[in-house]
Nanobody
Framework: QVQLVESGGGLVQAGGSLRLSCAAS???????????MAWYRQGPGNKRFFVAR???????NYADSVKGRFTISRDNARNMLSLQMKRLKPEDTAVYYC????????WGQGTQVTVSS
């Protein structure tokens, strides 16, 4: 059973920074390094939106709203995914989740990011 555990969220003032982590476990073999991984976020009452993705080889893509402020990275040896968030804005407030780009793994509990103005 694949398990995704997100961490690193918190309360920060606008302009601040946070670094989110995602640990993937229960994976067979070295499948993680072949999966394009992504971060998503869900605000109150909203659906889940794409934030950033990274291929197994390290190619990245970002939603326009976070481009230039967020950086996605991965550690294939540890089955870990990270999201460095800088110059945070109140509109970045959401629960952040990780998953593969197909969202085929069970969702974790997410990590809450709250940005105060």
């Amino acid at each position: 059973q694949v398990q995704l555990v997100e961490s690193g969220g918190g309360l920060v003032q606008a302009g601040g920074s946070l670094r989110l982590s995602c640990a993937a476990s229960g994976l067979s073999g070295s499948i993680f390094k072949f999966k394009t991984m992504a971060w998503y976020r869900q605000g109150p009452g909203n659906k889940r939106f794409f934030v950033a993705r990274i291929s197994g080889g390290g190619i990245t893509n970002y939603a326009d709203s976070v481009k230039g402020r967020f950086t996605i990275s991965r550690d294939n040896a540890r089955n870990m995914l990270s999201l460095q968030m800088k110059r945070l804005k109140p509109e970045d407030t959401a629960v952040y989740y990780c998953n593969n780009i197909d969202t085929s793994w069970p969702w974790g509990q997410g990590t809450q990011v709250t940005v105060s103005s």
